[in-house]
Structure formats: C-alpha cells, structure tokens
C-alpha cells in the first residue's frame, strides 16, 4: 500500500490522489498493514496492552464478557512493529471495531478505512466506539459523523511515589498529609497493602463494592454494580487486578479495585466505610494506591468517569472519547440515511444530557438551584426504586 495516498471520492470507491501526503511519508516511516479475517493472531493480547493500556481493548476483558465472536484483526506496523491493532467485526456493510478506548492518530484511522473499504467491497463504514483522536488537528477526510460518548480522568506517571507527591498542588500536598497524620494519631494501628489476582479476597473486594453502594446512595445515586457486575469484577481481578486494603483494627475502612492493563492502572471501585469521613479516607486511599501504582511501574493512571474534586487534586486530566462513525462516500451516508439520522439523535441527546448535568452540578443561580433540586428527587426515587428490587 503506497505510503503518501489520500482518500478520495470517485464514484462511491476510493482512489489514490498522489499530488497531496496527508499520511506520514515513507520516508519518515515504514508502514505495513494486514488483515487477518476471523483470527486474532496469539501475538495481539500483549499488543493491545500495550498499545493502549486500555480494559476495553485488552483480551482479558472480551474473556470474561464475551463479544470476540467472528472477529477479525488489523495490524498496522510502523518500521517493524506493532504500531495499531484493531478487533473488528464485519456486520452486514458496517464494519464495527470492537475495542474501545484507544489513543489513535487521525492517518492511522484513515488507513484502516483505506485498508477495510479495498478489502471489503460491499462495507459502505465503519464505526468506532469511545475512541480519542490525539492529532486533532489533523482531519480525517472521510465523511464522518463524531459525538462524545465517554470520559475518563488520568494522571500521567512520574518515576517515583516522591516525584508524584511533589508534583501535586501544594494544598492537595498539606491536606494528604494532615489527614493522615489525624488518622494516624487517632488510629494508630491503621495500615494499607495491596494484593494482587489469587491472593485478592472476594470477601473484600465484596466490602469495597458494599462501601461504594452506601455512598452513592449518600449522593441519591444508584450504583451500577449488581451481582452480574460483581462476578464480572471479581473474575477481572484475579486475572490482571489488584486491590488495595486499608485496615483499621484489623478491619477493612477502605480499598480500591484497579486492573494493571500494560502500563496503565485502572481504578474500577474507591470507597471507604463512612465512619470515616472525616479523614478523608477515601481519598487518601485512592493517593495510596496511585503510589503503589507507581511504585509497580505503571506509566498511567485511570481514575474513570465521574467528575469528582479528587481526580483533578491528583493530577487526573479530563479526557473525552467520542462515537465515531466514518462512511465510504457521502452518497452512502445519504443511501443509509435512517441510520445516520439515529447516530445524529443519539449523538446529540448524549451531548446536550452531559452539558445540562454540568450546568446543573456546577452553575449557580435560582434557576439551577431548582433544577438541581429535582434532579436530586428524581435520583432519590430512582434509588428507592432500585433498592426495592
């Protein structure tokens, strides 16, 4: 495949137009891709972790939850190896990617849909879920439809748990260290481990979950994980996961459950028991195992979805993820207009739902005030309906 084509429009196929190099030349790189139809290849579970360091892209994940049936893989090598690797399922004239939350330079994306469109003759697009563009800039030429979709908080790493604590906010520092001391001093038997895949407990991982519940129904908010989501966790655990323990009289106040995915921690449930709230110890639990993360040689940590003080005081940067959807030509996105018409619908309910939810939560005012009144009574109900379940 030439190197320095881009993709135009001719007749609804694609065609190479050699007088512009909207893709990195060869020069600079060598770029060889493949396809391997109904196979992933044994080499790809390390890959995809590494590549990506994301849950929902790692083979652990699509084991415990399922959805590899039929799939495909496409690798793209740069200068000898593995530089993007995308599951994919080819259903009806949609080509679908199955892993999500990939980082993906906006060339590689359009390559691939160079690469699936040539193979491919009777695919009219390609869908992406909860994928980031990094080079934003760069525009990808193909008829597209993009809507956010997902969130995510993450710290890069330092080298070291002192680098860490030296990079934070002086007040985040000062408050870490007084709440600790206060919980030291009050409780002087207080300790933190972590324990990883067979030694983790279900009992505590259990504990955690129940902890998580009595808090969100604290905040009039139901939590989402149900046994279903409980057996899921607990066999994720043992299988790249680690939980840390924070004990107090030998009983369990607080703990995270995080997944190591390559070089990224992602922190799955924090939650404390709330006698001791007053110590902050959920977050100093979560600043704990950031810490241990660190020290385990993590080079990322996920904090999840969720816009809470903690996350940004740890260094945590708001990421968005978006839906994207990318059409052979704009006569085929025209020929399944009733579908691209859905995505718009669904795409701009999720938007203008995640700006009326930061209005509410975050804006001042008679007018929010009330609505964020309701929008407390409408969780309450919520929640009572939940627990009579």
Known sequence: MRQDAEINVNHGQFVYDESSSPLPSAAAEIVDS?????????????????????????LSHFRINGGLEDASTYISERNGKPAVILLFRIERRNARVINEGMRLRAEDV??????????????????????????????ISCVQQRFFCAEDFVADLPDSAEAYLAMLGNATRKNLKRHRNRLERAFPDFSFRVDEKDAIREDDVRRIIAFNRVRMAQKQKASFIDEEETQRILQLVKTCGTVSIVTIGGELAAGAIAVRIGDSVISKVNAHDSRYDDYRLGMLC????VCAAIEAGARRFHFGHGRYDYKTALLGAHETYDHLVLYRSRLQQLRDGRRALGIALSGYRVEGSRWLLDKIERDSGAGWNVMRKALAAWRARKQRGATAT
Request: glycine residues 4%; proline residues 3%.
């Open 34 to 58: 493949r396809i391997y139809d109904a196979d992933i290849p044994d080499f790809a579970g390390s890959e995809l972790d590494r590549l990506y360091g994301s849950l929902y892209s790692s």
């Open 110 to 139: 359009e390559r691939f849909c160079v690469n699936l469109f040539q193979r491919y003759p009777l695919v009219t697009s390609v869908t992406f879920h909860a994928v980031r563009i990094v080079n934003t800039e760069r525009r």
């Open 286 to 289: 979560c600043y704990l195992t």
